[in-house]
């Protein structure tokens, strides 16, 4: 299925590259544009013939996008921000026209009434036009051009995703059992789906004994320290197999296998052409016209990965819902206080690759269960979410609209409190039974497997009776045209948050942990801060993963530059930051704050 912004590369019969600027609701035709002209024609294609040009070979769509421009807002210089917003003033009354502003007749008359109201020449505006269908329909296509930006020894490098290894089993005899009340139940449910997704073969009584060990203990946890501490449960506390295999089958959760998704057959209400659907059945727009982003705490408190005797806060999950068939297309857990930049990254999610994503976090599954790896054409915001907030970077990035709204769909909360009860308030006094057991990596992988049955699963408020994912799928085929794809590194980079790190002798020093890039080995930057001093850069991080972070560079804003962790800081390898604060203060983490506070009055600062 072609989308808006496609860039299509044809063979036959002359060698050339379009893009698809607008797509007709009904999907039988699209206006085009050749991004290698110097005028502002733009061809009426069907779609049909283009999809069997596709087919024939004559045509292919390119998987990425060289033309789209995507950069470090922070590192723009004032002028070209000013040049970019009084073009984009000029223009975005005439874009917004679709598709009047493709048809030459109608086109020239709106161009004529656009000179006359900013008092610009007729082939500025063309200009304008021609840059901003070239480079991806955002207003970044707008800047001056970087094509001679940048120092020589510039290494791009990327990252791949990290597998973590399956948690340690503890197995326990099981004993006399006892009432399996809606907690215990609800300790079934995370114990199954904790399992599941940390084994290729599901075994109940392999679930059954690893929830033993890790749920049914005294625990406690010092509300000063944080320390988290247990000692075993007395056998008669204990619920038995049979108990946990009677409430298994009784709740239907057993463990989600690779490739089961939702039922291909569509309802009756769906399977009829448009105009014959029933008064109600549907609701208004098409998917990606609104993705609503919103944010909750559980009532769960997690534990460090390096140190399980840690507690290190509850967790804020963050989603993000496409406004029509209300499906979840992105999740980002976070810890700490509501941020805006951590739902930047749960946005940013809705663009990944969702199989690649679920495996990170022992989560297996099959395109089709997941298949959103878009933006959306406006971005609602919880009104609760928008402090400090900016929408710059969305909208001159990705053309993306942001709102903030008072409320949005939010069926997915019946689906966290219900299915896991992880929303529901902790009882006064001794913490909760899951309390101190799982980490962010595992608590994610229950979000994830939260997700994956909302979406699957019928919502009441769907007259039509369609799951989520039913009404993504119909909704793409027949009204689509609302959804964008961009380079999902660059969704990322560009998201992200972004602070100041020190370049020391050491390596790259950020939150206590050190890092190192292959421009800085070129340019001998540790060698430099020893003789001359350190000096601060700026830097993208994600909080949830400190891995990698991206080093921005002031002369070439187009690039993100990877620096990985140094051997120095591999025990830090894989944790987030909240969970690098909680641990001890090595030599290490000791040298490089005290590196760090020489930047308020450095000896020398190289540029």
């Known amino acids: ?12 019969p002359s060698p050339r590259t379009v893009r698809i600027l607008w797509i007709a ?44 421009m995507v950069v470090s807002q922070e590192l723009l210089p004032a002028k070209h921000l000013q040049l970019r917003a009084r073009a984009w003033e000029i223009i975005e009354g005439l874009v917004a026209q679709e598709p009047q502003i493709y048809e030459p007749r109608l086109r020239g008359q709106l161009v004529a009434q656009a000179t006359a109201r900013h008092q610009v020449s007729h082939p500025t505006i063309y200009r304008y036009l021609r840059r901003y269908w070239q480079r991806g329909q955002t207003p970044n296509a707008l800047l001056p051009d970087y094509s001679n930006s940048g120092a020589r020894g510039k290494v791009r490098q990327s990252s791949d995703g990290v597998k973590r290894g399956r948690p340690r089993k503890n197995v326990a005899d099981a004993g006399a059992g006892l009432n399996a009340d809606e907690d215990i139940r609800r300790t079934f449910r995370v114990a199954t789906a904790r399992y599941a997704a940390a084994n290729a073969k599901f075994s109940r009584l392999g679930a059954y004994q690893q929830m033993l060990g890790d749920f049914f203990v005294e625990r406690r946890i010092e509300p000063d320290s944080g320390r988290v501490l247990s000692m075993p449960a007395a056998v008669q506390a204990l619920p038995t197999f049979g108990q946990f295999n009677y409430w298994l089958d009784h709740d239907d959760d057993r463990p989600p296998e690779v490739g089961r998704r939702a039922p291909s057959v569509l309802p009756a209400s769906l399977q009829a052409a448009p105009p014959a659907l029933p008064e109600g059945a549907l609701p208004p727009g098409r998917p990606g016209a609104g993705f609503y982003l919103d944010a909750v705490r559980a009532e769960v408190q997690l534990v460090s990965r390096a140190d399980r005797n840690q507690a290190i806060g509850r967790p804020l999950v963050y989603l993000v819902t496409d406004c029509f068939s209300r499906m979840v297309c992105g999740v980002y857990v976070a810890l700490g206080e509501v941020q805006w930049t951590h739902g930047m990254l749960a946005l940013a999610n809705c663009s990944a690759d969702k199989q690649r994503f679920s495996q990170q976090f022992g989560r297996r599954i099959e395109a089709e269960q997941w298949p959103c790896r878009h933006l959306p054409e406006a971005l609602f915001a919880n009104a609760a979410l928008t402090l400090g907030w900016s929408g710059d970077t969305l909208l001159n990035n990705f053309n993306l609209r942001c709102v903030a709204v008072d409320n949005g769909p939010d069926d997915w909360r019946a689906v966290l409190e219900k299915r896991f009860r992880l929303l529901a308030p902790a009882l006064p006094g001794a913490p909760g039974r899951l309390d101190g057991v799982l980490d962010i990596e595992q608590f994610t992988r229950i979000v994830i497997d939260c997700i994956l049955y909302y979406n699957s699963r019928q919502q009441s408020a769907h007259a039509s009776g369609a799951t989520p994912l039913q009404l993504w799928d119909w909704g793409r085929e027949h009204r689509g045209g609302g959804l964008k794809i961009y380079p999902e590194h660059l ?18 020093a950020l939150f206590d942990s050190l890092y190192c890039c292959a421009r800085a080995i070129d340019e001998r930057w540790f060698e430099r801060a020893r003789t001359r001093g350190p000096w601060p850069v700026r830097v993208a991080y994600d909080p949830s ?12 804003p187009l690039q993100f530059h990877a620096c990985h962790l140094a051997d120095a800081s591999t025990a830090h390898q894989h944790l987030s930051a909240a969970e690098i604060a909680h641990l001890p203060r090595t030599q290490m983490a000791l040298a490089a704050t005290a590196l760090r506070s020489t930047t308020q009055n450095p000896r020398s600062l190289v540029a």
Do not use: K, W
């Open 491 to 508: 969704i990322r980079c560009s998201l992200m948050p972004v602070t100041q790190a020190t370049v020391t002798s050491q390596g790259i």
């Open 545 to 556: 993963n400190l891995d990698t972070i991206y080093f921005l560079d002031p002369a070439a």
């Open 25 to 68: 609701p009904d999907q039988n035709h699209a206006y085009a544009f050749d991004v290698a002209t110097s005028s502002v024609d733009v061809e009426l294609i069907q779609l049909p013939a283009v999809l069997a040009d596709i087919r024939a070979g004559r045509a292919s769509v390119l998987p990425a996008d060289p033309y789209l």
């Open 1 to 12: 299925m072609l989308l808006r912004n496609d860039l299509l590369q044809y063979t036959d």
